[in-house]
């Protein structure tokens, strides 16, 4: 696998910079939809909203049809099932979901752009990009990823610097 070239170590270390953000807006972003899933598909069936009716912050309850059985919310399409929700004003749970469904996009392209720079194989990026959607994966990949290019950045240029010294 070819090297990076030294010239790009600049690139590189902002390119880590964005990608260390990323993930951990990402993960954060990952924790509040999954907090949110679980209130509106457990049985406590409630969204949160802010403003409207309740005030600031608020729970409001998620109508279930009728024909709904438990196992029905996991299946494609909920094989049926309606869920209606009863509050008004800004739905915050939706706009969590959106929120991290868009910084998700951002946080690949901060994965791209560190795994084409590293000039790592393609199933490393794959692990990067798993990072935002398996909770909690992203902190301990953000840690992993910027010791290793850390590290590897600090060798090269302790490894060039000796070469250099050694041609004078």
């Known amino acids: 696998m070819p090297q990076p070239k030294l010239a790009t ?46 005030g600031l912050l608020w729970l409001a309850p998620v109508i279930v049809g009728a024909d709904c059985q438990w196992f029905s919310l996991f299946l494609p ?15 915050l749970s939706l706009g969590i979901l959106v929120a991290h469904g868009w910084f998700y996009v951002v946080y690949l392209f901060a994965c791209f752009r560190i795994w084409s720079l590293m000039r790592w194989r393609f199933p490393r990026f794959i692990m990067l990009a798993l990072g935002g959607i398996v909770p909690l994966l992203s902190f301990f990949m953000e840690a992993r990823v910027a010791r290793e290019v850390k590290t590897y950045l600090a060798e090269r240029e302790a490894a060039s610097a000796l070469i250099t010294e050694g041609t004078r």
């Open 9 to 54: 170590f600049p690139a590189i270390r902002g390119a880590l910079k964005f990608y260390q953000i990323a993930s951990v807006i990402t993960g954060v972003g990952l924790l509040l939809l999954l907090a949110e899933m679980i209130l509106k598909y457990t049985p406590l069936h409630v969204e949160v909203f802010t403003g409207g009716s309740g």
């Open 77 to 91: 399409g909920g094989s049926g099932c309606e869920l209606t929700s009863a509050g008004d004003g800004f739905n």
